[in-house]
């Protein structure tokens, strides 16, 4: 039996009876100490202060928040180590049917009541499991890939291995999708899949299928699992983000704004919903969803110099360049000298959009890295689009190519298409498209000339 007497306890629970009642049995167990938290924002303040090493929640923290949406957040900003047990505690007779669906899943869940020998045989039990992929778990977060990947080759065919031949599978699949193998992880998905229907695995299928750009094949295994599991909202996400890669922005705007009404504090999604808004054209649910973000995200850090680069970007959209210009002057010189390139350059060239005067020196200061260097997608939007407003015809047919060029095409032509539209340059637009096109063909044919893929 594990020693806790050297395991600190952390008690998550809105209810003080609850939280005696759940300290009393951890103390029942010998548990070193047990500290208390008494909702959602304590939670996180102590788990970032001083991570214990086992965490008993309850599903139900008051506010509108959850216990799964705590452990979404706690995974999101890396909280939580694997190491750490993070147990569930509900009084709910369904939430079994919820923890079979989702990816972001407690260690384990226990209905209340329970007694003292129960929690210990459920944590002699996940104890057993922490050991066992320890070694696993140590090369994961060093991103050995390659080291962890062999670990679980080995300890996976281990008798020892046997009650864990799902999670070791499943593990396997996510360090593939991690190290940048879409490919096997979709064979590792596929082979959770032989054995049973697990709708984290249709969805990682779906996943990996979408990594691969293979957007009709994803939407298949996504359109299934979200039809079968209503309840499983990450794929809700994951079918908008594809409806988004296949220029079906409605639709997935559709979905999220839907998602989001049942999940009103999941402020990941509502950056999703706010982006698939935009690129709707919908610039008032754009509006409303980053302004929500900024407002009511309070994990410390949570909000980033890109959050508000995408509200400047929601005022712009709108045509309120005063209010896009004070968003952006707002952000601290030492926050912008912190993003990326591709950040830098968005930000000068929003920044130009909405005051030609303040924004065009720092904007041209940045255009022969924007001539030359890689960019993100959104960021290459906002770049095309200054260059458009600025006349700066090369600049702005560049970065056109390249989206065209690039696995985002379908997600952002009709928003190219608008801007060119705007100024004039339809012609110019389609003739860009011709030559992507045309060297899309040349680059697919074999060396008898024969095209491997139809044009």
Known sequence: MADYSKKRFLVIDDQPQARDALRT?????????????????????????????????????????????????????????????????????????????????????????????????????????????????????????????????????????????????????????????????????????????????????????????????????????????????????????????????SEAQQILDEMAKKTPRNYVRKRLLAEAATLNGDTEVALAAMADVIANDTMPGAISAEDRLAIARSHVNAGDKITAEKVLLGIRDTEVQKMTLSGQASFAALLAISSVEKGTPRFSGLRPAMLSADFEATHRMDIMRAALGLNDHELADLHAEQLMASADAKKVFATLRAQYSLHGREKDLREIQRQVALKRIKHEEAPNGVPLAPP
């Open 25 to 249: 049995v951890a103390l029942q167990l010998g548990a070193f100490s047990v500290e208390f938290a008494t909702n959602y924002q304590d939670a996180i303040f102590r788990i970032r202060n001083n991570a214990p090493d086992i965490i008993l929640c309850d599903y139900m923290l008051g506010e509108g928040r959850s216990g799964q949406q705590l452990l979404e957040e706690l995974r999101r900003f890396s909280l939580l180590a694997d190491e750490t047990i993070f147990m569930m505690v509900t009084g709910e007779q369904t939430y079994e049917q919820v923890v079979s669906a989702v990816e972001l899943i407690p260690d384990d869940y226990i209905i209340k009541p329970f007694s003292p020998d129960k929690l210990l045989l459920r944590l002699e039990r996940i104890v057993a499991k922490k050991l066992f992929f320890a070694a696993y778990y140590k090369e994961k977060r060093k991103q050995e890939y390659a080291r962890a990947l062999a670990i679980l080759e080995a300890t996976g065919k281990s008798e020892a291995g046997r009650p864990y031949r799902f999670e070791v599978l499943r593990q396997r699949a996510e360090v593939f999708l991690a190290s940048g193998d879409a490919k096997s992880a979709e064979s590792a998905y596929r082979d959770i899949l032989e054995n049973f229907e697990f709708p984290w695995a249709r969805a990682g299928v779906a996943r990996s299928l979408h990594k691969q750009n293979r957007l009709q094949e994803a939407r298949a295994e996504i359109d299934r699992v979200v039809a079968e599991t209503p309840h499983f909202f990450d794929a809700g996400d994951l079918k908008a983000s594809i409806c988004m890669a296949q220029g079906e922005h």
